[in-house]
């Protein structure tokens, strides 16, 4: 029953995402780029609690006060399609994410994310996905952060994949730090039952940024397997408390 409940609410909030639009086109017109990054920011951030709640994810973050008042690389593991609001839900800042092409295909939905920077990433066209890196670098240097979620599908559990290679090239071309983030049991609220969305506790664990601007050319290209392993010490440790 929450399955449809949740799919019927979600379809409904996005045919009423149309009217926003309206409003954040007016906006647009005629008032500042900063007031309408804090309009955008508020509507998803909204969005995210929302979400949240019709799936009935009970959540706990730790480690709010690890993300640095800069841009950054949040780079993290990736369980559920209810990842991206348990980040967005925790951001002050608007914040983009780099996702598959595929989600350029989704009405209305694609729009917001554009609005808020995010890009579509071609993996199997390498020209066209260092056209993503170079858009998504562009959002950074304008003062936008970005999510990046290197294993490039969903484990719809707590064992990470591999991470992808180059995956962090996003934040060494930019020169901004990254951020590691674990999800941890996200994937209880949906993608563990079948794709039936039931209540669930969950953890969203924010580690502090790691600077790259000291670092050397070799510490830069073992830059994926340090965030990984910070990432799966997080998760060893949860799994430890059960």
């Not at 060494?172 to 039952?193: C, L, Q, R, S, W």
Request: hydrophobic fraction near 40%; aromatic fraction near 8%; charge should be positive.
């Amino acid at each position: 029953m929450r399955t449809v409940y949740f799919y019927l609410r979600f379809v409904i909030d996005l045919i009423g995402k149309g009217f926003k639009e309206i409003k954040l086109n007016s906006i647009k017109k005629h008032k500042t780029t900063e007031e309408v990054d804090a309009y955008l920011s508020k509507v998803v951030k909204d969005w995210s609690y929302f979400i949240l709640r019709i799936a009935g994810l009970n959540l706990t973050v730790v480690g709010r006060e690890n993300i640095p008042n800069e841009p950054c690389v949040f780079v993290g593991n990736h369980q559920s399609n209810l990842d991206i609001p348990v980040i967005l839900s925790s951001m002050n800042t608007l914040t983009g994410a780099v996702a598959k092409k595929e989600m350029e295909k989704i009405p209305i939905m694609s729009y917001w994310m554009r609005q808020i920077h995010s890009v579509f990433m071609d993996r199997k066209d390498p020209r066209e996905a260092l056209k993503s890196i170079s858009e998504g670098v562009e959002n950074l240097k304008n003062g936008y952060s970005m999510i990046i979620f290197p294993e490039g599908t969903r484990s719809r559990t707590n064992n990470m994949g591999e991470f992808k290679k180059g995956s962090m090239r996003l934040a060494i071309k930019a020169g901004v730090p990254i951020v590691p983030i674990t999800f941890y049991d996200t994937h209880k609220g949906m993608e563990g039952n079948n794709g039936k969305v039931k209540k669930a506790n969950a953890k969203l664990i924010i580690d502090k940024p790691i600077y790259m601007d000291k670092m050397s050319k070799q510490e830069k290209a073992e830059i994926s397997e340090m965030v990984k392993n910070i990432i799966q010490t997080n998760i060893n440790v949860e799994n430890g408390r059960k």
